[in-house]
């Protein structure tokens, strides 16, 4: 089983509805990110949070560290969102240093249908 | 844009071929990361780099070698690579060690096919 564990793997959505992807880790962390790949590869970093709430025009990222739980949403959903999303966590080693490396989710891959 | 930038963007190799991967990043960061995008796998880390120094190797088979002469530019230096070692390998930096609890920042990637 994986530290981190997303779901639904594939969604499918059409223009304008609300969407939410959730991350479940196993792990401590010292934070959990959100990453966007688009079609082709590249990677941008969307989020990176430890605690509550943030939000940046149409996305939101929550967690909930004693659930061990982070979800993102997207608010009126468009095409131009249609992309996979992936969690990572940074695990806190013992002495709280994170030492760099992130583990990875599987993946959620989103398409939104005009 | 994110200003990590990866040469070249495809690369179709045989296994006796002996090829490298570039990374560059224009942000002024100070750690380099490798990684490695199989199908229907999670990304994997394979190296880390710190000041030029590396830092972790999550256990990556010989036949891959990293080489980092400053702390703008990474390579990885590909022999005798396997068919299954065809995947999308990902370069990151992030101002600061420890890039777990800072934004990494990521280049396009490298779509590399063994065959």
């Known amino acids: 089983k994986n530290e981190v564990e997303q779901s639904p793997q594939n969604l499918t959505a059409q223009e304008g509805e609300f969407i939410t992807i959730n991350c479940s880790y196993s792990?401590?962390?010292?934070?959990l990110h959100w990453l966007q790949q688009h079609p082709g590869g590249g990677i941008v970093s969307l989020f990176m949070?430890?605690?509550g709430k943030k939000k940046h025009g149409r996305l939101i990222a929550t967690i909930n560290i004693q659930e061990k739980h982070s979800s993102l949403h997207i608010t009126a959903s468009h095409p131009r969102d249609s992309a996979v999303y992936i969690c990572?966590?940074?695990?806190?080693?013992?002495?709280?240093?994170?030492?760099?490396?992130?583990?990875f989710g599987q993946g959620t891959i989103l398409t939104v249908h005009p | 844009e994110t200003g990590v930038t990866q040469t070249p963007r495809h690369l179709v190799m045989g296994m006796t071929n002996k090829k490298s991967l570039k990374c560059e990043q224009h942000l002024g960061h100070n750690a380099m990361y490798w990684y490695k995008q199989s199908a229907k796998k999670p990304l994997e880390l394979m190296f880390v780099?710190?000041?030029?120094?590396?830092?972790e190797n999550n256990s990556v088979p010989s036949r891959f070698s990293p080489e980092c002469p400053n702390s703008s530019h990474l390579f990885l230096h590909l022999h005798t690579l396997q068919p299954e070692d065809s995947a999308l390998y990902l370069c990151a930096s992030s101002h600061k060690f420890g890039g777990g609890t800072d934004t990494q920042y990521f280049g396009p990637g490298t779509r590399l096919t063994v065959l």
């Open positions: 949070l430890s605690s």
């Open positions: 780099y710190n000041f030029k120094e590396q830092t």
């Open positions: 792990v401590g962390i010292s934070a």
């Open positions: 990572a966590a940074s695990p806190k080693y013992a002495g709280g240093t994170s030492y760099g490396k992130l583990t």
